[in-house]
């Protein structure tokens, strides 16, 4: 069981927008920044998202986060069939003095 | 440029130890927290736990503290993940990452991972 909550799967055709919602805590997203990340089969995880809603260099402007409350979204826009991949979540655990992910999503694009 | 570049594949017996390793090249290592995390065959990341390259601070989580050990070696800008007895539920790959400036931002570079695997 994560820390931070995120639906296993979401779809959507190419071209249409999706979101992925990840719920935590306030001694987590509510009070700390969140990272989003995507991870291609095989290869390591790969920064998308920074301090809620900053764009690494090099990362589309397809990609996208928010963040209110203890929820925060990472939306991406215009999909692609090279955006299939797991994406997860991460923040600080004040509390718990622990970084902590999401369980990750399985993006599929049909 | 930012490079983190893990040491290759293991194949252990349970039991044994193990150590291995991440150097770091086109930053500053210390003035970085760096860490490892976790991905079992098929599931999620785990975070495992940081240090801080300059004084080797460390924070382990729960999950994994005094079953791994994380140093670094700051004279060749090398952390290391260590086990003093392997289990088969090790089997996994570690990832080694760079905290984004503070222990409290989550990483921005990853090691390419290092697959580890446990069987008698």
């Known amino acids: 069981q994560s820390v931070l909550t995120q639906p296993p799967s979401v779809s959507a055709a190419p071209g249409e927008k999706v979101s992925i919602s990840c719920s935590g805590s306030p001694s987590n997203v509510g009070n700390n920044f969140v990272s989003w990340y995507q991870q291609l089969p095989g290869t390591a995880p790969k920064l998308l998202i920074f301090d809620n809603g900053k764009r690494p260099s090099g990362i589309s402007d397809r990609f996208s986060g928010s963040k209110s409350g203890t929820s925060a979204t990472l939306a991406i826009t215009g999909l692609q069939t090279g955006d299939e991949a797991d994406y997860y979540c991460?923040?600080?655990?004040?509390?718990?003095?622990?970084?902590?992910f999401g369980g990750g999503t399985k993006l599929t694009v049909l | 440029e930012v490079q983190l570049v893990q040491s290759g594949p293991e194949v252990k017996k349970p039991g044994e130890s193990l150590k291995i390793s991440c150097k770091a090249s086109?930053?500053?290592?210390?003035?970085?927290?760096i860490g490892w995390v976790r991905q079992m065959p098929g599931k999620g990341l785990e975070w495992m736990g940081i240090?801080?390259?300059?004084?080797?601070?460390?924070k382990y989580s729960p999950s994994f503290k005094g079953q791994v050990t994380i140093s670094v070696d700051k004279s060749i800008n090398t952390a290391y993940l260590q086990w003093s007895s392997l289990q088969t539920s090790d089997t996994a790959t570690y990832f080694c990452?760079?905290?984004?400036?503070?222990?409290?931002?989550?990483?921005?570079?990853w090691g390419q991972g290092t697959l580890v695997s446990i069987s008698s």
């Open positions: 991460a923040a600080w655990d004040s509390s718990l003095s622990v970084g902590v």
């Open positions: 086109g930053y500053k290592f210390t003035t970085y927290w």
């Open positions: 990452a760079r905290h984004a400036g503070s222990y409290y931002r989550m990483p921005d570079f």
């Open positions: 240090i801080y390259a300059s004084d080797s601070d460390t």
